[in-house]
């Protein structure tokens, strides 16, 4: 029983120490890295490498996917443009070959962040074969590799370079540099700088206005510039973070602080309209200067003592007063543009101007067709009362409210001129004005809708002599009249169309045939002239634009044989 009893203790403690080795393995697992190639060539171009030295024609060059320098008496160097950051653990491998048996060397430097150092060196013949190198000394933010060939006769290969990393360790401390802790006055898009930290593969940067800040951006630089623009006069928290696979680094003394700038107050502007000392100005002017830049509003100031009282706050470069003003009276005004930052006042303010001695028309209204009606002609007729002191009458209708500007008349009705579409609602307003400004009209806009759409009806009038002399249609409620008149011969001389335009037509004395149609007497012609011969048969007819049209019969027959035309224009 006792010795049962010890082997169970034996036993849990070997289990105990499994664990513990256990967990030391993992931990160790945790903490190594895995290698990482930082950098590799396999020579499909010399994109990756500076040349230098040797000759032109043998320098390091590509040949069938391998780096070559040959029959060089001198030294030929290939240096990696791109410098890598490796810590910890780094190993340089590369094929090399070397044929020939004159001389000859193949010598490898590493950049260890100071100077270059040489880390192999051979001049013996050999076939491609791979070297590994442990350049763990020389790791550094800006480590390079650098080939050197001598090759006097002879030729030298190198193919597939690789920098192979195993970090080892979080990143080495690093501080940062500007802004300064505290620091005010400082552009709201800012550049964040930092020292370099060694073994870094890429920095976490963060900011905002809690510490220790938010994460921004993740840069494998030493700066960032931040791209959206940060609130004035506000402070900001700001830290970076280096990293590696290893772990990560935070800067000394983070987090740090900065205070933005102030916003600039609003550019300097101008004063427009009225202009100083203005007289007769009307009594609901609007007022209008240029833009401030910087501007978030504007405070408008007008009073009949200077510089004026506060009336509103706009965001645009201009404002109409809307109650009228006292006539014959003399207002001063200013303009100040105003942001975060503070505010600026317009030049050369208070401006001052002087209004009209006549006040604006006085109140009147709509009386036809009453708003709301139905089955209102196409072309109704609007009517309003008068409005006293009213100079003329702005006319507005249309099928949106409340109507588009139509017309400007100096009486109390107009006749819609251009007949309005059938079964349709039209809304309408009329604006009196005068010097004084403009007044309009009471409980507007009103609305009416036009009658649904009819079959034309037509009548026709005759004179004594049963000749038709007028015919008239009415379409919509519109009418439409064409009127003809006669000679004493019965025959047409006149028509008159809706329109107004008039068609007339001349008749010769031989046989009573027209020679000519016109579009008033003495106007445009459209049939200037027409000859007929013996038989009462045209020969030729001349049109309105001047191209004569002959007719040529034949003589056993009269038939109409051919028709020739002449061109009579100068």
């Given at each position: ?14 289990i ?5 080795l ?6 160790t ?11 590799n060539?396999g020579f ?7 040349v ?10 590509i040949?069938?996917n391998?780096?070559?320098?040959i029959y060089?008496a ?9 410098a ?10 590369f094929g ?10 193949l ?6 962040g ?8 051979t ?8 070297v ?12 390079k ?9 002879a ?14 360790a ?10 300064a802790?505290?620091?005010t ?20 940067v ?7 800040g ?16 940060l ?13 590696n696979?290893?772990?990560?680094t935070?800067?000394?003394g ?8 102030q916003m600039?107050?609003p ?24 833009a ?12 009949t ?8 706050n ?10 009228a003003?006292?006539?014959s009276?003399v207002?001063y ?6 942001n ?12 001052s101007?002087?209004?009209v ?8 209204e709509?009386?036809?067709p009453a ?6 002609s ?11 002191e009213?100079?003329?009458?702005d006319?507005?209708y249309?099928?949106i409210?409340p109507g588009?500007?139509?017309a ?28 004084g ?8 806009p009103w ?9 034309p ?7 004594t ?24 011969l ?15 037509y001349t008749?010769?004395?031989y ?44 003589p ?8 020739t035309?002449?061109n009579?224009?100068?």
């Amino acid at each position: 029983m006792k010795k049962s009893f010890a082997m169970i203790k034996h036993s849990k403690f070997l289990i105990c120490l499994l664990m513990v080795l256990l967990g030391l393995l993992i931990t160790t697992s945790a903490l190594m890295a895995e290698p990482i190639t930082v950098f590799n060539d396999g020579f499909t171009s010399m994109n990756n490498w500076t040349v230098t030295g040797g000759n032109e024609n043998y320098k390091w060059h590509i040949y069938n996917n391998e780096a070559r320098t040959i029959y060089n008496a001198t030294e030929s160097q290939m240096t990696q443009n791109t410098a890598v950051n490796v810590s910890g653990i780094v190993t340089l491998k590369f094929g090399r070959e070397l044929v020939g048996t004159t001389t000859k060397y193949l010598k490898v430097d590493v950049y260890d962040g100071d100077e270059w150092i040489e880390v192999y060196s051979t001049s013996a013949t050999t076939g491609m074969s791979t070297v590994t190198l442990d350049v763990s000394a020389y790791a550094n933010a800006a480590f390079k590799v650098k080939f050197r060939g001598k090759a006097n006769g002879a030729f030298i290969y190198v193919d597939n370079v690789y920098i192979i990393n195993e970090i080892t360790a979080p990143p080495e401390a690093f501080n940062l540099t500007g802004p300064a802790n505290g620091a005010t006055g400082v552009s709201v898009t800012p550049t964040l700088s930092w020292s370099a930290s060694g073994g870094a593969t890429s920095y976490d940067v963060y900011y905002g206005t809690t510490s220790p800040g938010m994460l921004q951006a993740n840069v494998t630089g030493t700066s960032y510039t931040v791209p959206v623009a940060l609130a004035n006069n506000t402070t900001y928290y700001w830290k970076v973070v280096a990293k590696n696979a290893a772990g990560e680094t935070t800067a000394t003394g983070a987090p740090r602080s900065f205070t933005t700038e102030q916003m600039p107050v609003p550019g300097v502007f101008s004063l427009t309209s009225p202009a100083n000392g203005a007289t007769g100005v009307a009594v609901t002017p609007t007022l209008t200067w240029t833009a401030s830049s910087g501007a978030a509003s504007y405070d408008v100031y007008y009073g009949t003592t200077s510089p004026g009282t506060l009336q509103t706050n706009v965001t645009g470069t201009s404002y109409t007063v809307p109650e009228a003003l006292t006539i014959s009276t003399v207002y001063y005004w200013k303009i100040v543009a105003k942001n975060a930052g503070g505010e600026t006042t317009a030049t050369g303010a208070p401006r001052s101007f002087t209004t009209v001695e006549m006040s604006a028309p006085g109140a009147f209204e709509l009386t036809s067709p009453a708003s709301g009606v139905t089955g209102v002609s196409a072309a109704p007729t609007l009517s309003w009362s008068a409005a006293s002191e009213a100079a003329s009458y702005d006319v507005y209708y249309g099928t949106i409210s409340p109507g588009t500007l139509q017309a400007n008349v100096t009486g109390t009705s107009f006749t819609v001129n251009v007949p309005l579409n059938s079964g349709v609602t039209y809304y309408w307003k009329v604006v009196a004005k005068n010097p004084g400004g403009e007044t309009t009209a009471t409980g507007v806009p009103w609305s009416f809708t036009t009658m649904e759409s009819e079959l034309p009806a037509t009548v026709y009038y005759y004179d004594t002599l049963e000749r038709l002399i007028k015919t008239k249609q009415i379409i919509d409620g519109v009418s439409y009249i064409t009127e003809t008149a006669y000679d004493d011969l019965d025959r047409p001389v006149v028509v008159t169309y809706p329109d107004g335009s008039q068609v007339h037509y001349t008749y010769n004395g031989y046989n009573g045939s027209v020679t000519k149609i016109g579009s008033t007497a003495g106007g445009d012609q459209y049939l200037k002239g027409l000859v007929y011969d013996q038989y009462g048969m045209i020969v030729s007819k001349t049109l309105g634009n001047d191209v004569t049209l002959n007719y040529i019969y034949d003589p056993d027959n009269f038939r109409l044989n051919r028709v020739t035309a002449n061109n009579n224009l100068p």
